[in-house]
């Protein structure tokens, strides 16, 4: 599948912000969809992951309880719900992608498919 990203914009610390994920050239059935961030210099951070068949959700430690991942079935996308935004959120976020039954490892090289990225700039 090829991605999209959008959502992305300016928001004031403590915001939110809804990014979503779009597939075209199929659906995300059977897919594992992950939330990945990148800043200047640093490497690729991972946010969060949905395996698609049963909506099971992951998240990783700095945004745990702030963001959820869903899914939309209707329109086949994942959204990512940001909430209590910090500035240490501003970052190009990515949607990735990648066929699997079982939940892959939270690094950016498990995932095969990848949107284009979205910047999101949280002003303090």
């Known amino acids: 599948v090829q991605l999209q990203a959008s959502g992305g914009g300016l928001v004031q610390a403590g915001g939110s912000l809804r990014l979503s994920c779009a597939a075209s050239?199929?659906?995300?059935?059977?897919?594992?969809v992950a939330w990945f961030r990148q800043t200047p210099g640093k490497e690729r951070e991972y946010v969060g992951q949905i395996r698609w068949r049963d909506g099971r959700t992951y998240y990783g430690h700095s945004v745990k309880g702030r963001f959820t991942i869903s899914r939309n079935d209707a329109v086949n996308k994942v959204d990512l719900q940001m909430n209590s935004l910090k500035p240490e959120d501003t970052a190009v976020y990515y949607c990735?992608?990648?066929?699997?039954?079982?939940?892959?490892?939270?690094?950016?090289?498990?995932?095969?498919?990848w949107g284009q990225g979205t910047l999101v700039t949280v002003s303090s």
């Open positions: 050239g199929g659906t995300f059935g059977g897919y594992v």
């Open positions: 990735a992608a990648v066929y699997s039954y079982d939940i892959p490892a939270p690094v950016p090289r498990q995932y095969d498919s």
